[in-house]
């Protein structure tokens, strides 16, 4: 949980950050140096912007930049990203609900980011992948909302897979519910990527005929049907 109780989303939170809450953080930067800082960075459109006033060029100065949603600071010669705040991450959801036919592994396909602060993911195209822009050690998950069944014996599955391959980053979270509506649920920590791996959430059901994954709410699953990685650490 982040300290400010942003507890459903901690990894998108910037709180104490735009509410200019003083703050002194140990870290280290990009290039793995340690930084020290206090209050709330400046906020800026773009990282274009950022880069393009010399006015703000003052080692240790801090600056949020909009467009990628990150924290950079100046280290005396040029703008570096603070990983520490501003680590690579990518929160997908879905906008509709998506029909699963019977027994037929199927990629969800998502068309919401709820946080995307490195180009991991199109909502025009190859809308089921979360792709690494930069390697390193992540932890990823998912959640599946599935629709109500009518074969008591069915089950429901949902698993990450790697690169388009069988190769299942997560359990095969099996559920034999179904005819209730059902959650199946994954996650993983300390997974280590190569730049230009992708990921994708593979779902299947035996319900006689197809059935929908739900992009609604739902008691206990904040954002329906999800999937998500955050970055942790250089490999």
């Not at 969800?108 to 180009?119: H, I, K, L, S």
């Not at 035996?206 to 999800?226: H, K, M, P, S, Y």
Request: charged share 20%; hydrophobic share 40%; glycine share 10%.
């Amino acid at each position: 949980m982040s300290r400010c109780g942003c507890s459903d989303h901690p990894e998108d939170c910037l709180c104490s950050l735009s509410a200019g809450v003083n703050a002194e953080v140990s870290g280290a930067g990009s290039s793995g140096d340690p930084f020290i800082f206090s209050g709330a960075p400046l906020i800026r459109d773009d990282l274009d912007a950022i880069q393009a006033d010399t006015s703000i060029d003052i080692e240790g100065t801090l600056a949020w930049a909009a467009d990628t949603q990150r924290v950079y600071q100046f280290d005396g010669s040029a703008w570096q990203l603070v990983w520490a705040i501003s680590p690579p991450r990518c929160s997908l959801r879905k906008q509709a609900d998506q029909s699963i036919p019977h027994n037929t592994p199927t990629m969800v396909t998502f068309g919401a980011e709820d946080a995307d602060t490195d180009g991991m993911h199109s909502n025009a195209a190859l809308t089921e992948r979360i792709t690494i822009q930069t390697a390193g050690v992540y932890d990823i998950g998912f959640a599946v909302l599935w629709a109500i069944g009518d074969d008591l014996d069915s089950y429901r599955a949902g698993r990450i897979l790697l690169n388009g391959t069988a190769e299942r980053l997560t359990r095969d979270n099996r559920m034999e519910m179904g005819v209730i509506s059902c959650v199946n649920h994954g996650e993983r920590s300390g997974i280590e990527f190569a730049q230009g791996d992708y990921i994708e959430l593979e779902v299947q059901q035996t319900d006689g005929g197809a059935i929908d994954v739900l992009f609604e709410q739902n008691v206990g699953l904040r954002d329906g049907t999800r999937m998500w990685a955050v970055w942790r650490s250089a490999a």
